[in-house]
Nanobody
């Protein structure tokens, strides 16, 4: 029903910034959207989410105050602005789309973010 594609990952020094993008392909863009990440040897963890209108967002405690999630419904895109990056932010970051039940049904392929010290 929807396909997701992340971009914008790369290598950055600690304290630097990156902006991740996720482009959605589908007839509608009324999903709850989220960003998740998975570091080597760890389970996938929640990073941020945003409701369909974009008016309400939430964040994991580990990124609150440093990361900002946003969406552009006309372009069918969501973004993750990451500032003050830390080595522990190193992970593959995934974009996800979910329905009314709060589960995420669709996932992108992921984009690697590596933060060096």
């Amino acid at each position: 029903q929807v396909q997701l594609a992340e971009s914008g990952g790369g290598l950055v020094q600690a304290g630097g910034s990156l902006r991740l993008s996720c482009a959605a392909s589908g007839r509608t863009f009324t999903y709850h959207m989220g960003w998740f990440r998975q570091a080597p040897g760890k389970e996938r963890e929640f990073v941020a989410n945003i409701i369909p209108t974009g008016s309400v967002t939430s964040y994991a405690d580990s990124v609150k105050g440093r990361f900002t999630i946003s969406r552009d419904n006309a372009k069918k895109m969501i973004f993750l602005e990451m500032n003050s990056l830390k080595p522990e932010d190193t992970a593959v970051y995934y974009c996800a789309a979910g329905g009314i039940g709060g589960q995420y049904d669709y996932w992108g392929q992921g984009t690697q973010v590596t933060v060096s010290s």
